[in-house]
């Protein structure tokens, strides 16, 4: 009865080993933010409001969370994406107002390759531009052009909830921020801008 005990303990102890070696593994492909990414992070900022003139009065936009996430962990543990890559993210989220309407605005950035842009996602009001891959705005060595424009040919508008307005484009400068948009009810941004 002793040896049945004994060889159950160590086929235990065996299995325990043999199932955690196989849920803590290296990673094989480890991207960071370079110094040149951390240029986009610095377009706005949680404490301040942003104003923008339009031909019809302002529009205002607050930031309310900045968050930047590089993991520079070498191993984990397997509970993580498919082949555990973990790219390093960041990505703010907010308010713009316009005519007491307050819509959703997001920009997100997904570092998936060391030799290149990080890939840039946008939410704005119902305007969702999942993955901006499009060769008006992104060039063959895999780096945006500073201005990116965000418009039907690269994104999709979903009406899940009710809005006052919809954002017919939107111009994104890399470092700058929202540098131009025109709304459904006609509002363009700068005011001065040519549609």
């Known amino acids: ?9 160590v086929t235990f102890m065996f299995l325990s080993v043999f199932s955690m070696s196989g849920c803590i593994r290296m990673r094989e492909n480890i991207v960071h933010f370079s110094a040149h990414d951390s240029l986009y992070f610095n377009a706005y900022d949680t404490a301040a409001l942003y104003v923008f003139k339009t031909d019809k009065g302002f529009d205002t936009l607050q930031i309310y969370r900045k968050v930047c996430i590089d993991n520079y962990r070498k191993w984990y543990i397997d509970q993580c994406p ?5 790219e390093p993210i960041f990505y703010y989220e907010g308010l713009l107002l316009h005519n007491g309407y307050k819509e959703d605005f997001s920009v997100f ?33 895999g780096f945006y052009r500073d201005t990116i424009i965000i418009d039907d040919a690269n994104s999709h508008v979903n009406h ?8 017919e484009y939107l111009k ?3 470092y700058r921020g929202i540098v131009g948009y025109k709304l459904s009810d006609g509002t363009v941004y700068p005011s001065d801008a040519n549609p």
């Open 109 to 141: 950035l997904k570092k998936t390759h060391e030799e290149k842009d990080p890939v840039i996602s946008v939410t704005l009001g119902e305007r969702y531009a999942d993955t901006i891959k499009d060769s008006r705005n992104l060039m063959s060595n």
């Open 160 to 167: 899940y909830f009710s809005h006052g307005y919809e954002f």
């Open 1 to 9: 009865m002793r040896r049945i005990s004994i060889f159950i303990i």
């Open 172 to 174: 994104w400068h890399k």
């Open 82 to 86: 498919p082949e555990g890559t973990f």
